[in-house]
């Protein structure tokens, strides 16, 4: 069946450091995939998606890039923040006759130190 | 105005209990979905309904049911209740069903069965 793999957390970083947050994917077709954030106490926000090979989904200065080669869709910021700590959950979309239905990696918890 | 709300925000009960837990959109959407977030964080999809539809139902203890009486409510009542039970339930909802489309979570609910 689908599924996706991040990287085991918790990540600790200082502020202005490089973030890499590693996901990989299996799934039959072409999936979607997406970042979805969830910042404490809070229910996950869509950080931004990809739906087909080699696109780059961006935004807040995050970026993740679609290789179908590596099957992968990973995570980079250049310079995260203390407002970045949060849990990050990659996903994917396999549609066909999944009806919506997203599989979610098991979440990275991101914390950004001053 | 909140788009996706969930009552109670916190529910502590005992085992053997039977208790709901109530979600309303205003966005519009036609697909609503429940999720449980493990405490490892990990989330797992449970149900969605198109249109007051069922569409997706994953393998879950038929102590769970769903219930949606309109297109911009979908509850869920859970009898019996058990210690694993305890996790935080998201209700989604999404514009429509059968694609990439972003998922719009409310903020949780907390079930703790003691």
């Known amino acids: 069946g689908d599924s996706v793999t991040q990287m085991e957390g918790p990540v600790t970083l200082s502020e202005e450091a490089f973030l890499t947050i590693n996901c990989t994917y299996t799934?039959?077709?072409?999936?979607?995939l997406f970042w979805y954030v969830q910042y404490p106490g809070e229910g996950l926000q869509l950080l931004l998606k990809a739906t087909k090979a080699d696109d780059k989904g961006s935004n807040k200065g995050f970026e993740a890039t679609y290789r179908k080669e590596t099957t992968s869709f990973h995570l980079e910021k250049g310079s995260v923040q203390v407002s970045d700590s949060a849990v990050y959950f990659c996903?994917?979309?396999?549609?066909?006759?999944?009806?919506?239905?997203?599989?979610f990696g098991q979440g990275t918890i991101l914390t950004v130190h001053p | 105005d909140t788009a996706v709300s969930q009552t109670p925000k916190y529910l502590v009960t005992q085992m053997g209990n039977d208790k709901s837990i109530k979600c309303e959109q205003n966005l519009g959407h036609d697909t609503m979905y429940w999720y449980k977030q493990d405490s490892k964080k990990f989330l797992k999809i449970m149900f969605s309904y198109n249109n007051k539809e069922l569409i997706i139902n994953e393998t879950v203890p038929n102590r769970f049911s769903p219930k949606s009486p309109d297109k911009a409510h979908l509850n869920l009542h859970i009898n019996s209740l058990e210690l694993g039970d305890s996790a935080v339930y998201f209700c989604?909802?999404?514009?429509?069903?059968?694609?990439?489309?972003?998922?719009?979570f409310g903020p949780g609910t907390r079930l703790t069965v003691t």
């Open positions: 799934a039959t077709g072409y999936p979607s």
């Open positions: 989604a909802s999404s514009p429509q069903v059968g694609g990439p489309y972003e998922q719009y």
């Open positions: 996903a994917l979309y396999a549609g066909g006759t999944s009806y919506g239905k997203l599989t």
